[in-house]
C-alpha cells in the first residue's frame, strides 16, 4: 500500500479537464456536456459492481492529508458534543441554536477576534459565564495546535 485512501467525491463539472471516462466494452460511463451538466450513460450490457462503481469519481489523499482531515474532524465532534452541554442540550436529538463554524472562526486575523467571534456566537448559553469561557480557551487551543 502506498499510504494513500480513496475518498469519494462530488466531481465539479466546471473542470475542463474531465470529458469522459471510459467503461465497459468502450461504452462512455460519463460524460460533459457543454452545459457543464455530468450525465451517467446506464446503457452497458454487463451491470456489474465494477460497472456501477465506475459512476464515482475517487480521489487519493496522501496519509498526512488524512490525518488533517481526521483532526478537524475530531474537533468538530468536539465541538459538537460541548455545545450540547452548554445549551444544556439533554436528548439525543436536541439541537442548540448556535452555529460555530470553524472556517469562520480561523478567517479571523487575531486572537481577540476569534474570542470576540465565539463570545458572540456563545451570548446564549444556558451554562455559566465560566463554562463558556473554558470553552472557548480549549477551543482556541485546539485551534492552534490542530487546525
Known amino acids: 500500500m502506498d499510504g494513500s485512501e480513496s475518498v469519494d467525491l462530488v466531481h465539479d463539472s466546471t473542470d475542463s479537464s474531465f470529458e469522459k471516462m471510459n467503461g465497459c466494452n468502450g ?15 446506464d446503457s452497458c450490457d454487463i451491470d456489474t459492481e465494477k460497472n456501477r462503481k465506475a459512476k464515482y469519481l475517487t480521489a487519493k489523499y496522501g496519509a498526512h492529508q488524512m490525518q488533517l482531515i481526521r483532526k478537524r474532524l475530531a474537533v468538530e465532534d468536539w465541538v459538537d458534543e460541548r455545545l450540547k452541554v452548554l445549551y444544556c442540550c439533554e436528548e439525543a436529538d436536541a439541537s442548540y441554536d ?14 481577540s477576534e476569534q474570542r470576540q467571534y465565539l463570545k458572540e456566537k456563545l451570548r446564549n448559553a444556558k451554562r455559566p459565564k465560566y463554562e463558556v469561557q473554558q470553552f472557548i480557551e480549549e477551543l482556541l487551543k485546539k485551534a492552534r495546535e490542530t487546525l
Open 27 to 41: 461504452c462512455n460511463m460519463v460524460s460533459r456536456h457543454e452545459t457543464g451538466i455530468v450525465h451517467f450513460d
Open 98 to 111: 448556535t452555529d460555530v463554524d470553524l472556517d469562520e472562526l480561523l478567517d479571523c486575523e487575531t486572537e
